[in-house]
């Protein structure tokens, strides 16, 4: 589905990410982890087209996305989610879900300022499917709440429901569950996991090892810059240079 | 050549004023974050200020003092304006300052007048005659004084106490803040600073160009460009782009086009910004997602 | 969300007073004002677009309003065309224009931006000066009257009425807009450029369009006020001009339609009474700037807010 292939970014003289590579198979979710700065979210930065990778290729289903824009990639079924918020805090919670649908809509100018029927029938139709993927994680009450006055733990899971509404093929989820408490954290596994079931390859980036150990199909392990390891969760788990870079922290075991 | 001489002289001498400009909008920018509109105001009130005081009658080292104190009084006004705002977002501080700007140019109008103004160079009228072009007495005082200001600041900045205190509480308020740094003090020692500077400049151009009521709004923007083509808070950059500012425009109108001159500094300004945003000495800090 | 039928209440009330002022013009004075405060308004409209919702500061719309009269103009009285066909070319020029400069200069932010725009419109006043073959100079020039399909707009009535109407109408299209796909997505850069290119907006193209069309607003209301006014000079374009045009969208509101309407009108009114001040006037004007800036920064239309506000909680507890 996914092909990174010896993609490096350099910061100054710093190798963020030193030839790295790794594939993600249709339908799975791949997990990424590591230590703090590691290059994770470099990594996820270079596969949306927010950094220019120095060298090295990204394959979508054969073809080359290599930096290409996130707005591009959308297009294109590759959507994402950030590690700190970004959601538009003067809107409300459904029309932050419609602007998921937002490559489907009708924007000509001046039908819109006329409001033509091409218009308003669109708005009442993803108004429709808005309101259904809020019904799934249960936020349809808040429909009309302005985002801005509602918890980080509802906010992180619009977050997901708003990429969810480009229908992409493969969503990159930067640290869902950073900052939130155990149920919000149990939630947003259930919402991930209902999202694969729709077919959805996911590739994920977390601390919460937990989770991950619990919902990841395939595990890569970063350090500094390069892979560590790869492999599925029960391998990670027992692979000693892994258990090494997390020296002590008894962090794989999720305690 | 001796042409050019002359041309690269007057254009020195006015980029020292522009740099004076341009170094009063970086004390402000780079202690708050803001871009004060009002800047070229301050060079007007400098200016306007000491030419009424002498019509008073006080002598012209009163009246110097007297014009540079009622100067940083308007400085610290617009701080203590700014700091009522209940809105801190850029384009209501930015919205703020021209409004300042305004009144000052308004106040002016009302106690002073509209009428164009000058007074004697304060070093006599002589010349100095180098490779057959003049260079005035008022010129070569303009380019030490504002040389003098420039390495002071420098000093004052890197080497006191004080000075450094200020560069650290801009650079992290919130440590600044922890080890007990009183940030409003500091600030308005900035606004203070930047309207001393503003107003030293407008009394060293008076004697050259003379002064009224509007001078002001060009000499901000232009001292602003400077700024910017420098390298937005970097004070060697205001400098470096002052003098540059002041060359070219002299050129431009001995070579090219007198009625253009003042069209130069924009020019320069959007060159920089399309392709050297941040400036010809600045560093642009890279975003982390 | 669907909560349209508010517009157009609202369309009706504006249309009404809209008929119902000019019973109260005592002379051509009055008209005078009325139209130039709709004709601000048209471009305080536009501006407020970019400014409010695309959250781009322009200092330089003032010049882009000038500089469009201008074209308009020469091609009127130098050339002889039609002032509508002269209108419509400026229009696609200072289209043009705009969605060429609009490409390096949206990629700066802030402060940049407003001294980008700024020394644009520095650059177009100056030129205009300077340029006195075409533009008649500091001095300005007299403008051709307006005569569309052999009906010669002259009396203030005529004009009162065209405005007017393109006004209640750029309203009614503008709160479609705002409400529209379009409209969310504005909002949407406004709030966060990061969401909105991560569900696959192309952000920097939608800001291009929105300058576009906010210059292409302020090209068509200069150039009717040069015509209507019958006289042109560079002071249209000056930075002052561009300054006035910028306050007007805060205090109104920034991102309220109707918060341009009211920033425009008082604005254009206040100097108006201020004259009677005469040397006050400019440092009045700074003043109320300051006052505005201070105690309403988020506009006039926000204490209208408020009033709605207490009104729905004293409904709600009854």
Redesign the interface.
Same mark, same amino acid.
């Given at each position: 589905m996914l092909q990174v292939s010896h993609v490096t970014k350099k910061?100054g003289g710093v190798k963020a990410v030193d030839d790295f590579s790794f594939n993600v198979k249709k339908g799975t979710i791949h997990s990424i982890i590591g230590p703090n700065g590691a290059g994770k979210?470099t990594l996820v930065?270079m596969i949306t087209g927010?950094y220019k990778v120095d060298s090295g290729t990204v394959f979508l289903d054969g073809s080359d996305i290599t930096n290409l824009a996130t707005n591009k990639l959308v297009h294109r079924g590759v959507c994402r989610t950030?590690?700190h918020l970004e959601i538009c805090g003067n809107l409300t919670v459904i029309e932050n879900v419609m602007l998921g649908f937002d490559k489907y809509m009708d924007k000509n100018i001046l039908r819109s300022c006329f409001r033509a029927s091409s218009i308003l029938e669109d708005e009442k139709r993803y108004f429709k499917r808005g309101m259904h993927l809020l019904d799934l994680i249960g936020l349809a009450d808040f429909a009309d709440f302005e985002a801005k006055n509602l918890s980080y733990g509802i906010l992180k899971k619009l977050e997901i429901i708003r990429a969810l509404a480009t229908s992409p093929e493969v969503m990159l989820l930067d640290e869902p569950v950073a900052g939130l408490n155990p149920k919000e954290t149990q939630e947003v596994s259930e919402l991930i996991k209902t999202v694969v079931a729709d077919e959805l390859t996911v590739i994920l980036v977390e601390h919460d090892m937990k989770m991950i150990m619990q919902i990841s199909d395939h595990i890569t392990v970063m350090n500094f810059g390069q892979k560590l390891a790869e492999g599925t969760p029960s391998e990670i788990v027992n692979n000693e240079e892994v258990i090494k870079a997390y020296l002590g922290s008894g962090a794989l075991n999720g305690k | 050549m001796i042409e050019l001489f002359g041309y690269l002289l007057s254009g020195v001498t006015v980029g020292f004023i522009y740099t004076l400009v341009g170094l009063g909008f970086t004390v402000i920018y780079n202690s708050s974050g803001i @871009?004060n509109f009002s800047q070229g105001e301050f060079v007007m009130a400098g200016g306007m200020s000491t030419v009424f005081l002498i019509y008073a009658g006080l002598p012209l080292g009163v009246a110097f003092v007297l014009a540079i104190l009622i100067t940083s009084m308007i400085g610290i006004v617009l701080y203590k304006?700014i700091s009522?705002?209940? %809105?801190s /977002?850029?384009?209501?501080? @930015?919205?703020?300052t021209?409004?300042?700007?305004?009144?000052?140019?308004?106040?002016a109008?009302?106690i002073f007048d509209k009428q164009l103004h000058t007074m004697p160079s304060f070093v006599g009228e002589g010349a100095f005659e180098i490779f057959e072009t003049t260079l005035s007495y008022q010129a070569l005082l303009i380019m030490v004084v504002a040389s003098a200001i420039v390495i002071s600041l420098y000093l004052f900045f890197q080497k006191t106490k004080t000075g450094q205190a200020m560069v650290a509480a801009s650079n992290n308020v919130d440590a600044a803040k922890l080890m007990g740094i009183n940030i409003k003090k500091i600030l308005i020692l900035n606004f203070a600073i930047s309207a001393v500077i503003a107003s030293i400049g407008g009394i060293l151009l008076t004697p050259i160009t003379s002064t009224s009521y509007e001078v002001g709004?060009m000499l901000g923007?232009k001292g602003?460009?400077a700024a @910017?083509i420098g390298g937005?808070g970097t004070p060697f950059g205001a400098v470096a782009g002052g003098l540059l500012l002041g060359i070219l425009e002299s050129l431009v109108a001995g070579y090219i086009?007198s009625?253009?001159k %003042?069209?130069v500094a924009?020019?320069v300004?959007?060159a920089i910004?399309?392709f050297m +945003?941040g400036g010809i000495f600045g560093n642009l800090k /890279?975003q982390r997602? | 969300m669907l909560k349209r039928y508010n517009i157009n209440n609202q369309i009706l009330l504006l249309t009404g007073i809209l008929i119902i002022i000019p019973f109260f013009f005592q002379n051509d004075f009055y008209y005078e004002i009325a139209i130039l405060s709709i004709l601000n308004a048209l471009i305080v409209i536009g501006l407020n677009l970019l400014?409010g919702y695309a959250g781009q500061?322009s200092l330089g719309h003032g010049a882009f309003a000038g500089l469009g009269a201008y074209i308009s103009v020469v091609l009127t009285s130098n050339y002889g065309l039609n002032p509508l066909l002269s209108i419509f070319i400026s229009v696609v020029i200072m289209g043009l224009l705009a969605f060429i400069i609009s490409k +390096?200069i949206l990629?700066?932010k802030?402060?940049?931006l407003?001294?980008?725009t700024?020394?644009?419109g520095?650059?177009i006043n100056?030129?205009l000066?300077?340029e006195e073959e075409f533009t008649g100079g500091v001095d300005g020039m007299s403008v051709d009257s307006f005569v569309v399909f052999g009906y010669e707009l002259s009396d203030s009535i005529d004009w009162y009425i065209l405005c007017a109407v393109l006004l209640v109408f750029a309203i009614w299209a503008f709160e479609n807009l705002i409400k529209s796909p379009f409209g969310r997505l504005l909002r949407s850069i406004h709030d966060s450029e990061?969401a909105a290119d991560s569900v696959g907006i192309d952000v920097s193209y939608y800001k291009s369009i929105v300058f576009v069309i906010s210059v292409v607003i302020a090209t068509i209301a200069g150039s009717l006020y040069a015509f209507f006014s019958g006289f042109i000079s560079p002071q249209e374009a000056s930075?002052t001009h561009s300054?006035e045009l910028?306050?007007m969208v805060?205090l109104g509101g920034?991102g309220r339609v109707y918060g341009a309407l009211f920033g425009a009108v008082i604005l254009t009114v206040l100097p108006q009474l201020l004259t009677s001040f005469e %040397?006050?006037?400019?440092?009045?004007?700074?003043?109320?700037?300051?006052a505005?800036?201070?105690?309403m +920064?988020?506009g006039i239309v926000s204490l209208f807010d408020k009033v709605v506000k207490k009104k729905e909680q004293s409904n709600a507890s009854s």
């Open positions: 910061f979210t930065n927010v950030f590690q | @871009i304006l009522f705002s209940r %809105d /977002s850029q384009i209501s501080l @930015i919205i703020l021209l409004g300042f700007a305004i009144f000052l140019r308004g106040l109008q009302i709004i923007l602003f460009c @910017i937005l086009s009625e253009y %003042d069209a924009f020019v300004l959007l910004l399309f +945003p /890279s997602v | 400014m500061v +390096p990629k700066l802030g402060h940049y407003a001294m980008a700024l020394g644009i520095i650059i100056i030129i000066e300077v990061k930075f300054i910028v306050v805060v920034l %040397d006050y006037e400019t440092m009045v004007f700074g003043m109320i700037i300051i505005v800036m201070i105690f +920064p988020k």
